[in-house]
C-alpha cells in the first residue's frame, strides 16, 4: 500500500513537472519570435508567458489571486499594443496558462457561479489577444482557434466540475442516510428510557404509601433515566435530519458481533476476534453497541470486497484508560479530516478512557481507492456515526503492513 502511495505521488509530481515544462518551451519560441522583431510590445508577450507560468505554479495555493492578476496583466498589455498601434502576436505560453487555469478554475473555485464567471473572462481575454494582430484576417482567424481551444478547455473543466459535484452528492447522502438510521435507533432508547421513568414513578407513588424510606432509591433511579434520557434525546437533535417511517433496528449484543464474525469466518478468511476484560453488554451505552455492530460489519465487508485475497482478519474490542498513547494508525478519518486528539464525553463530561474497535486484515494488499476513503462511502457513512456520538474513526495501512479500521469512543466519568 505504501508503494502505490509513492506511484501515485511522483505520478502526480511527474505530470505537474511536464506541464511546467511545456509551458517553459512555449515561452522559450516566444522568446525566438521576440528575438526577430524590432518593436518593442512583443517583449509583453514574455511577461505575459512568464506571470502564466507562475500563476499555473501557484494554482494549487492561490488560484483566484493568480487567475486574476494573469487575466488583468493579459487585457492590459493588449490594450498596450492596440493604443500605440504597434503589431503584436498572441504570446503561447500566454495561451496555454490562461487554458491550464480555465479548466483548474471551473473545477475548483467555490461557488461555481464565480467558476463560470472566470470562466467567460478568460474566453474575452483570450479573444482579445487576438486582437493585437494588425491584420483583420489573420485576427478573425486566430480568434476563432482561439475560441476552439478555450471551448475544448472549459468542456474539461466542466466535466471534472460535474464529476466532483457528483461525488460530493454521493458522500452526503450516505451521511445523511446514516444520520437518520442513528436517529431511529436513538429514537427507540429514548422511548426505553421515558418508559422506566414512568415505571419506576409509579411504583414509587405506591411504596411510598407503605414504606416511605424506600423511594429514595426510587428517586435515584429516576433521576438516572431521566440523564440518559436527556443525553439521548440531544444527540438525537443533533443528527436528526428528516423524518422517515422506515422501520426501526433494535440495539446489539456482544453475541450479536460474535454471530457476525463466526458467519464471516465461515464464509471467508478466518477472523479472530476478542473482547478484553470488563465489556460487557452493560458497559457501554446501547447507541455505542450499535454503532461498534455497524463499523464490525462494514470493515469485515470491505475486506470481502476489497481484498479478497486476505489471509486472516485481526478483530478487538478493548477498555483503554488512554495512557498507552495510541492514538490510532495516525492517518486522516473518514471524512477526510485529521484524527482529534483529546476527546470529550457527550454529555460534557470529562472522559476517563476509551473504548476501541480495531479490524485489521493481512496477507493481501487492500485497493488502493481507500487510502483516505475515497473509493467507497461505506467508511464515510460509519464516520459521521462515530463522530456524532463523541468519537472518531480512522483507516488506512499500518507499518506492519496490515490494513486497520479504528474506532473510538470516549467513557464518561462514573
Not at 517583449?43 to 507560468?53: H, M, P, S
Not at 481575454?125 to 494588425?134: F, K, M, Q, Y
Not at 405506591?206 to 426510587?218: D, G, L, R, W, Y
Request: proline share 4%.
Amino acid at each position: 500500500m505504501g508503494e502505490t502511495h509513492r506511484v501515485v505521488y511522483w505520478i502526480k509530481r511527474l505530470s505537474e513537472i511536464a506541464l511546467v515544462g511545456w509551458l517553459v518551451l512555449l515561452l522559450l519560441i516566444d522568446l525566438v519570435a521576440a528575438a526577430e522583431s524590432d518593436q518593442w510590445t512583443v517583449w509583453l508577450n514574455l511577461l505575459c508567458g512568464a506571470t502564466g507560468i507562475v500563476a499555473v505554479m501557484l494554482r494549487h495555493s492561490r488560484r483566484i489571486a493568480t487567475f486574476t492578476t494573469l487575466l488583468a496583466l493579459s487585457f492590459t498589455c493588449t490594450l498596450i499594443i492596440g493604443l500605440t498601434d504597434n503589431n503584436g502576436t498572441p504570446s503561447l505560453a500566454e495561451i496555454g496558462s490562461l487554458l491550464i487555469l480555465t479548466i483548474g478554475g471551473l473545477r475548483q473555485i467555490e461557488p461555481i457561479r464565480r467558476a463560470a464567471l472566470f470562466s467567460v473572462t478568460s474566453m474575452i481575454v483570450l479573444e482579445a489577444t487576438a486582437g493585437r494582430l494588425n491584420s483583420t484576417n489573420t485576427s478573425l482567424a486566430v480568434g476563432f482557434l482561439l475560441f476552439i481551444g478555450w471551448s475544448t478547455a472549459a468542456g474539461i473543466g466542466a466535466y471534472l466540475r460535474f464529476q466532483l459535484e457528483r461525488r460530493k452528492e454521493a458522500v452526503n447522502s450516505v451521511r445523511r442516510a446514516e444520520r437518520l438510521e442513528l436517529a431511529r435507533e436513538l429514537h427507540d432508547l429514548v422511548a426505553h428510557h421515558i418508559t422506566g421513568i414512568v415505571v419506576q414513578a409509579q411504583a414509587a407513588k405506591v411504596v411510598a404509601e407503605q414504606k416511605p424510606e424506600t423511594v429514595v432509591p426510587s428517586l435515584e433511579a429516576i433521576a438516572t433515566a431521566g440523564t440518559d434520557a436527556l443525553t439521548s434525546m440531544r444527540r438525537l437533535v443533533s443528527v436528526l435530519r428528516a423524518e422517515d417511517e422506515a422501520a426501526r433496528s433494535p440495539g446489539t449484543r456482544l453475541v450479536d458481533m460474535r454471530t457476525m464474525v463466526e458467519r464471516f469466518s465461515a464464509g471467508g478468511p478466518t477472523v479472530a476476534f476478542d473482547i478484553g476484560p470488563g465489556i460487557t453488554d452493560d458497559t457501554l451505552p446501547p447507541e455505542v453497541m450499535t454503532t461498534l455492530h455497524r463499523v464490525l460489519q462494514e470493515s469485515l465487508t470491505n475486506v470481502r470486497r476489497h481484498a479478497p485475497g486476505t489471509g486472516w482478519v485481526e478483530a478487538d474490542l478493548k477498555l483503554s484508560d488512554g495512557s498507552d498513547g495510541q492514538a490510532g494508525p495516525g492517518r486522516r478519518g473518514a471524512g477526510g479530516r485529521a484524527g482529534s486528539g483529546g476527546r470529550q464525553d457527550p454529555r460534557g463530561r470529562a472522559a476517563t478512557g476509551t473504548v476501541r474497535l480495531r479490524v485489521r486484515n493481512y496477507g493481501s494488499a487492500s485497493d488502493a481507492r481507500f487510502a483516505h476513503l475515497g473509493g467507497g462511502f461505506g467508511l464515510v457513512g460509519m464516520a459521521e456515526r462515530v463522530e456524532a456520538l463523541g468519537g472518531r474513526l480512522t483507516a488506512g495501512p499500518t507499518p506492519g503492513g496490515a490494513w486497520e479500521v479504528l474506532a473510538e469512543f470516549p467513557l464518561p466519568e462514573v
